[in-house]
């Protein structure tokens, strides 16, 4: 009895290492694959359903693959000091990569100085830091979309409605477009090029526009309605198109609009076809929006930490470009295609 327990005592210790050396050395047998989150708010709306997105296609993969995949998902709550604190936690506890939704996009620096001491890759994500920041590091990327090509198609689908019938658009028939612009965080490249890009696609059409007011409401919808308020108390039925950075500050301008139980509702577009967004334009209180794919910018967040994970190549599994970007297309979404866009939120 003694010998069996000895015999089996020692085949253990012999084997320990053996166990210790598989799941830290030989990258392709590592069994549990541990990816740390940190978002700049958990509340944000479009934020939160790309998190979810990621969650699922990690648990999907899961399934597929047998290792174990741990999602360790951690809430910035607006602080930069806070989230640097994360990142520092998921390098102490040698995360296989790291995941950052900076809240300061100005600053990724620091992150990108401490995860290259520590050896570990980094994934920026919707809010893009300048690309100086990420060529600090060969192993830190940005996975996105193309915020000038969001505001262009957002521009176009107002455009287009003119180009069909200005009427519908110019209420007075002044010849101009008035509109007011609600926008994001001030220092967000989305708010800054969507803004831009919006108003360049409609008069690069051609079409004249005047600017009744433009204000900041950091992406959400009641600081979206508060200012929609203002507005309509000061110009009435003036404002023919409202111009949204996203979905939820034009769901925020809509409940102004719908409160104020005016006969001619100004036209309101957004961006990100969030949920809400698309069933406001299926109910006709929202004229159009652009499809952020959140979906497919988790799947690249995904693809590339599996890749770092397993010690693949990423360039195999996801199409970088520059060495260090993704970029995820937008579409323009309107009542043609809204429930097609919806049953892809849905599933
Ligand atoms: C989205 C916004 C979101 C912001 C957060 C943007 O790309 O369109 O809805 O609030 O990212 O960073
Ligand atoms: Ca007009």
Redesign the pocket.
């Given at each position: 009895m003694k010998r069996v327990f000895s015999a089996v005592f020692a085949a253990v210790f012999l084997l320990l290492p053996l166990v210790a050396c598989s799941s830290s050395g030989g990258k392709d047998k590592v069994d549990t694959i541990k990816i740390g989150v940190t978002l700049?708010?958990k509340d944000?709306?479009?934020?939160a359903s790309l998190c979810n997105d990621l969650e699922k296609i990690a648990k999907q993969m899961e399934a597929k693959s047998g290792k174990k995949i741990v999602v360790n998902v951690v809430d910035g709550q607006s602080s930069q000091a806070l989230q640097n604190d994360q990142v520092d936690s998921f390098i102490s506890r040698h995360y296989d990569v790291i995941c950052v939704?900076e809240v300061d996009r100005t600053s990724a620096a620091v992150i990108v100085n401490k995860v290259k001491a520590a050896d570990i890759p980094v994934i920026f994500f919707?809010?893009e830091p300048v690309e100086e920041d990420i060529r600090l590091w060969d192993r830190a990327y940005y996975v996105?979309?193309d915020?000038a090509q969001?505001g262009q198609l957002q521009g176009e689908i107002i455009a287009k409605a003119y180009a069909k019938d200005p009427a519908s658009i110019d209420r007075n028939g002044d010849g101009k477009i008035q509109y007011v612009m609600l926008e994001?965080?001030q220092e967000?490249q989305?708010?800054l090029l969507?803004t831009e890009y919006s108003i360049k696609a409609v008069t690069g059409a051609g079409i004249k526009v005047e600017k009744l007011a433009d204000e900041i409401a950091?992406?959400?919808r009641a600081q979206g309605t508060a200012k929609m308020n203002q507005w309509l108390t000061k110009y009435g039925d003036r404002i023919e198109v409202v111009f949204c950075?996203?979905?939820?500050?034009a769901l925020g301008a809509i409940d102004a609009i719908k409160e104020s139980k005016r006969k001619v509702k100004p036209i309101v577009v957004g961006?990100?076809a969030?949920e809400g967004g698309v069933n406001a334009i299926k109910d006709g209180s929202m004229f159009g929006t652009v499809y952020?794919d959140a979906r497919g910018q988790a799947k690249a967040i995904f693809d590339l930490s599996y890749a770092f994970a397993t010690g693949e190549d990423p360039a195999k599994t996801v199409k970088l470009q520059g060495g260090h970007y993704v970029w995820v297309p937008y579409r323009m979404v309107t009542i043609q295609n809204a429930d097609d866009i919806l049953s892809i939120l849905q599933n």
């Open positions: 700049y708010r944000d709306t479009f934020v939704n919707n809010r996105g979309a915020a969001s994001g965080e967000h989305d708010a969507r950091n992406w959400q950075n996203n979905d939820d500050m961006i990100d969030t952020n």
